[in-house]
């Protein structure tokens, strides 16, 4: 199963620049160093949200699961990366109560 309205995904720009590529996050400052060695950067991020629709998107779906907010959708799969080299990464997205549209919640190297 594909996510529900794949095609209106919503990906921040905020999350990626902001959180997914922000060395200095106190929290995902490794995970953001770890995708700049594989060619994505905070002048680049535009490549990231390419990849992780272009990628992710197309997949099945690993893991829904239920929440207060909405219900997630979980799913595993490599990026190819500027670099030319595969990253196996979980995206986690969400399609909260009231909307039908996902938007991305996460991006975890697996």
């Known amino acids: ?9 919503v990906i921040e720009a905020s999350k990626l620049t902001e959180y997914l590529l922000n060395t200095e996050h106190k929290r995902v400052g490794a ?15 535009q490549q990231l949200e390419t990849d992780i629709r272009r990628f992710h998107l197309t997949e099945d779906v690993n893991l829904i699961t239920e929440t207060a907010y909405g219900t997630r959708y979980q799913i595993s799969a490599n990026l190819i ?15 909260d109560i ?3 549209f996902p938007r991305l919640i996460t991006l975890v190297p697996d």
Do not use: C, H
């Open 98 to 100: 009231n909307t039908d």
């Open 1 to 9: 199963m594909k996510i529900p309205n794949s095609d209106r995904a």
């Open 81 to 95: 990366t500027p670099v030319e080299r595969l990253l196996f990464v979980k995206a986690v997205w969400q399609i």
């Open 31 to 45: 995970k953001a160093k770890l995708l700049i060695q594989f060619g994505y950067s905070i002048e680049n991020w």
